[in-house]
């Protein structure tokens, strides 16, 4: 194989990729956004998604579902990056820092809403937002995050139970579905 079509297959998988990524990047960050609750943090945890897309792009453009592919690197970034700032915030703790300000009131449902979910555990909060925001099933739920189907049940039941008290706090209420 020549130079020339060398560059073709190495152009190739990009073009691939740009076309995905435009598709992809809004869903992509609508779910962020609600993962980590912070407009700035969510582009930021967009944008290392697609380029660790891009950076295994040959495996990730051969999946059979692309985007839940993406919505798996989506989730495990955010998830590998939370603990990496709990880690950060345990040892500046230990080592005399301040604690972090206190969220304010909030009145409006959206942020009341955004600002309960924040409450949950990272793991716990990926959990409710992909069960309930994604409407995925408990079992793919489970696969994507490495865990038993009895796993994501009992933690989501749990989890939406804080978000109805903390709703509940807030003078607002949620109902079964």
């Not at 435009?22 to 380029?51: N, W």
């Not at 839940?68 to 690197?73: N, P």
């Not at 555990?121 to 994507?144: F, G, H, I, K, N």
Request: glycine residues 4%.
């Amino acid at each position: 194989m020549g130079p020339e079509a060398a560059r073709e297959v190495d152009v190739e998988p990009a073009a691939g990729f740009e076309e995905f990524a435009r598709a992809a990047q809004q869903r992509l960050y609508r779910t962020a956004y609600l993962l980590c609750g912070d407009a700035e943090t969510a582009r930021d945890l967009t944008q290392t998604t697609l380029a660790k897309l891009y950076q295994h792009w040959r495996r990730a453009g051969a999946a059979d579902h692309p985007h839940a592919y993406a919505k798996t690197v989506l989730t495990r970034t955010f998830l590998s990056e939370r603990r990496r700032r709990l880690r950060d915030l345990l040892a500046l703790t230990r080592s005399g820092g301040t604690d972090p300000a206190p969220a304010a009131d909030h009145t409006d449902l959206r942020v009341t809403l955004l600002g309960a979910l924040a409450e949950l555990p990272p793991r716990a909060r990926a959990m409710v937002v992909l069960r309930y925001w994604e409407d995925q099933s408990v079992a793919s739920v489970a696969t994507l995050l490495r865990c038993s189907e009895a796993t994501v049940k009992s933690q989501c039941s749990r989890s939406l139970a804080r978000l109805r008290v903390s709703l509940a706090d807030a003078g607002l209420s949620i109902t079964e579905s």
